[in-house]
């Protein structure tokens, strides 16, 4: 005869399950009614989309690439030179904020700190302070993006500090090398390759956020585009968001490229 398999019970749901689904639906509920949604404000306001749409599906190509392709290029100049100051000051800070490379505690938690507060304060905000600091333009573009950069890669490159192999920087210490000296002949080729995609990735949000940055005076082609608005020209802004699109495309193909070469 032919033993039966007993089929094991399913088991118990957990109690992070059980109130958890319920708990999440709950609190989604809450929060749209807290929004004030109003389906009767949205339609009489959906109304209103003319005064937009139709300007936007009627660019005018002449005037944007007369008027926005320096703007456009003094963008991407920003992202450039600010992703290049930020990512290459980040490097040495990003050593000693891990516990892998940065033996002293309070030294750890102080750059670790600053990295975190760094981070904490959006790129917008960096505009805003360092357009009152050192006027309106490109500058301030530069210096906020700066920080920006400088937060990414030390938030990526410290986390991948911690999870290199540990067993050459030890070896290159036992062998009579100091500290630094074997972080630099160890621990930083381990890392190159990833500080390499870390910083094209960093390139491109640059670009992104550098069209951002203009709307509050920090340059670039956002300043353009603010001003436009004001004056709800949306058909000279069709042709600037095209551009940038291109633009973006261009460059994140290029570092897909060049990321494959390297890596």
């Known amino acids: 005869m032919e033993k039966k398999i007993k089929v094991p019970k399913k088991p118990l749901p957990s109690l992070l399950t059980v109130l958890g689904y319920p708990f999440a639906i709950f609190f989604s ?119 920006f950069s400088m937060a990414i890669m030390g938030k990526l490159l410290s986390e991948t500090i911690d999870s290199i192999d540990l067993g050459p920087l030890e070896a290159a210490k036992a062998s009579g090398a100091k500290h630094n000296q074997a972080v630099f002949s160890s621990a930083l080729p381990q890392i190159l390759p990833n500080f390499t995609a870390y910083f094209l990735y ?24 603010e001003t436009q608005r004001i004056f709800l020209r949306f058909d000279r802004i069709t042709p600037i968001i095209v551009l940038i699109l291109i633009a973006v495309i261009a460059i994140e193909q290029f570092s897909v490229w060049l990321r494959r070469k390297i890596l």
Not at 122 to 128: G, K, V
Not at 202 to 225: H, M, Q
Request: glycine fraction near 6%.
């Open 202 to 225: 960093i390139f491109e949000l640059c670009i992104r956020a550098s069209v951002i940055l203009g709307l509050v005076g920090a340059g670039g082609v956002g300043r353009i585009i």
């Open 29 to 147: 509920i809450y929060s749209f009614l807290q929004i004030g949604f109003n389906l009767e404000d949205f339609k009489r306001n959906l109304e209103n989309r003319r005064i937009v749409t139709d300007p936007l599906f009627n660019p005018k190509w002449e005037w944007a690439i007369e008027n926005a392709s320096q703007a456009l290029l003094e963008t991407i100049q920003i992202a450039i030179l600010a992703s290049i100051l930020g990512c290459f000051i980040a490097l040495p800070l990003s050593f000693y904020a891990s516990r892998a490379t940065n033996q002293t505690t309070v030294s750890y938690y102080i750059y670790k700190s600053f990295l975190n507060f760094i981070r904490t304060i959006p790129d917008l905000f960096w505009a805003m302070l360092f357009t009152v600091a050192v006027g309106i333009g490109p500058f301030a573009g530069v210096l906020a993006l700066i920080m």
